[in-house]
């Protein structure tokens, strides 16, 4: 099973491990890649401030976000586990799953990142600030830039079992599993039903959107589940726990689109 994970915007700060290696990250199909979007911010955020604020989209509070980023070469690193924080990782909480959980996580979890292309949780990565929707100088909107390594990359990832996709828009555009990849996909939208004046009403959820899919992630990896398909994936759900409907896509080729309707948000 192969789980895609967006990031966070917000990021604890880098350790005090070596700085970053990476020739050690996962994925070395896309070393080249990397190392261009690395060298382009890097470059970006060591000169005019201002202009890597705009380009980068960061608020007046958030301008130490460009000095973080001069500084990555020689940073300190940690797992990408530890690094990325927010609503999604504070309801996985990876840090106190068991051993076992651990091992599957490594396995199973990929992060997608406007910077690194898509990076393990264990990999080793310093702090830093570039979502998927920046558009760098000389690269353009990183979502189409990634397009190309990614397509190259990710097949072989995804291997022959399930695609769990619980991406956000932004970062689904920089890879969209196709054919028979695709067929093995799910894709999770959660809704919250309640009953007003005696009528059932669903909405979409966003902020809660994240912590759930957190809290499905940590289900599969604490209980050891791995269904092998989008078919059994809805069972495991049901097993655990969870409202799911879903219908098989109309044609092949295409993912099943999963519904978790939840009653409460928390």
């Known amino acids: ?102 091992r599957r996580a490594a396995r199973w979890l990929l992060v997608f990142s406007g910077l690194w292309g898509a990076v393990r949780v264990t990999d080793r990565i310093p702090s830093y600030r570039c979502s998927m929707c920046v558009k760098l100088p000389g690269l353009g909107a990183l979502a189409a830039y990634w397009r190309t390594p990614m397509a190259a990359a990710l097949p072989e990832v995804a291997g022959d079992g399930l695609v769990l996709d619980l991406r956000s828009s932004a970062y689904a555009a920089a890879w969209k599993p196709k054919g028979e990849v695709a067929g093995r996909t799910a894709t999770v939208r959660v809704l919250h039903s309640q009953i007003v004046d005696g009528v059932e009403k669903r909405s979409v959820v966003s902020h809660f959107n994240k ?15 791995a269904p092998k398909n989008p078919a ?20 092949a080729g295409q993912p099943w689109a999963l519904d978790v309707v939840v009653t409460e948000i928390h």
């Open 211 to 225: 912590a759930t899919k957190g809290r499905i992630v940590r289900a599969l990896l604490t209980e050891g589940a």
């Open 1 to 102: 099973m192969l789980v895609l994970l967006p990031p966070s915007e917000g990021k604890a700060a880098s350790g005090r491990g070596a700085p970053l290696r990476p020739e050690s990250l996962s994925l070395p199909g896309l070393a080249a890649a990397r190392e261009t979007v690395l060298t382009e911010l890097v470059e970006l955020c060591t000169g005019d401030e201002e202009k890597a604020r705009e380009v980068l989209g960061l608020s007046e509070g958030l301008r130490g976000e460009v000095a973080k980023n001069a500084g990555l070469r020689t940073a300190g690193t940690r797992p990408a586990g530890e690094i990325y924080t927010g609503v999604l990782y504070d309801a996985l909480d990876l840090a106190s799953v068991d051993p076992s959980a651990k």
């Open 232 to 251: 059994g994936l809805v069972e495991a759900l049901r097993d655990l726990g969870y409202v799911v409907e879903a219908e098989p896509p109309g044609k």
